[in-house]
């Protein structure tokens, strides 16, 4: 079935389930990397609240046998989880949302055309954008990208922006910098406690922590958050980089895994500058999901920091002890 023709079909289904008191419409969304996204938007009349499904898994399983009926119901379960959302939440009231602003951490040739409406500055190969994150019960639910429409509502510069942004984004997205091998471990422990269920992943990892010698730490870390979502934008971090470079001692080279997190290789631990290179794109063509590329680029702390701009969201979190 041609796939704009399935999404039509899927919100007919959805509607024939919820009923007439819900206006369910289909918008194609930009996201991240200039990905479109097929979404669903659901409203039940007298709502202000419209939970927004994306659904382009939705067809690849419907190509792969599920049913139209089963994947609806799934639709409506997503909706219902998420329907009883605060509409108070989602108040553009600048004075409740100027704690709630924060940066995040994108490439800048691959977001050229959203950025051209959105408060930015550059990095090298990354543009730093600023979003609000949506909380509910003191946990992350979501976020909104702040375009520069936003600040004409609220009256305020972009550099007021920046300046709540540079506050705001240590506290909201604490990172965290972890040694790799601690981190194979835990995915093994997961693997492991899903019964097998994806073997060739299992002997990946199983090869991966081989390679530790005598028990101690590959020579790699990981930089990312508390959540593992947007981690790349703790690079913005420059003291606790810092502080990282005191620790090991050296200068390290910061490898770009996705945006949801980062690798740091001492440099005198690092392999040739050129296989480096060779390897992160390798991984991000075959491994990385296009909403989530990164970069391409390896380079060196040394110079990263020098193009961070001073004072940049580096606020009162210091590098944890097991690194």
Known sequence: ?????????????VMHLLGDEYEITRKQVTKNNNVKMEALLIREDGV????????????????????????ASRVKETYMEHCDVPEDIFSFDFEQLKDKVYYRLVNRSRNEEALSDMPHFEIGDYAVICQCML?????????????REHLKEW???????FEYAGENTMRILPPTLRPMDQVLTDIWEELVSSRGEDSERIEEVREMLRRTEDGGHLPMYVLSNRYGSEGATSLLYKEYLSE???????????????VHEVI?????????????????????????????????????YS????????????HGVRMCGAC
Not at 247 to 257: A, C, G, K, R, T
């Open 135 to 147: 909380f509910r019960e003191e946990r992350p639910m979501g976020s909104i990208r702040i375009r």
């Open 244 to 258: 990282f470079c005191d620790h090991v001692e050296q200068d390290f080279y910061i490898l770009p895994s996705s």
């Open 1 to 13: 079935m041609e796939e704009q023709h399935f999404y039509e079909l899927l919100r007919e289904a």
């Open 264 to 300: 740091l290789i001492p440099e005198q631990m690092a392999p040739n500058y050129g296989d480096m290179c060779e390897m992160v794109k390798e991984i991000n063509e075959t491994q990385v999901p296009e909403q989530e590329f990164l970069s391409d680029e390896v380079m060196r």
């Open 155 to 161: 009256g305020i510069t972009e550099a007021k922006l």
């Open 303 to 314: 110079e990263f920091c020098q193009l961070i701009p001073p004072g940049l969201a580096s």
């Open 48 to 71: 202000n609240v419209m939970p927004t499904i994306y659904v382009n898994e939705y067809y690849r399983q419907y190509m792969n046998g599920v049913t139209l009926e089963e994947l």
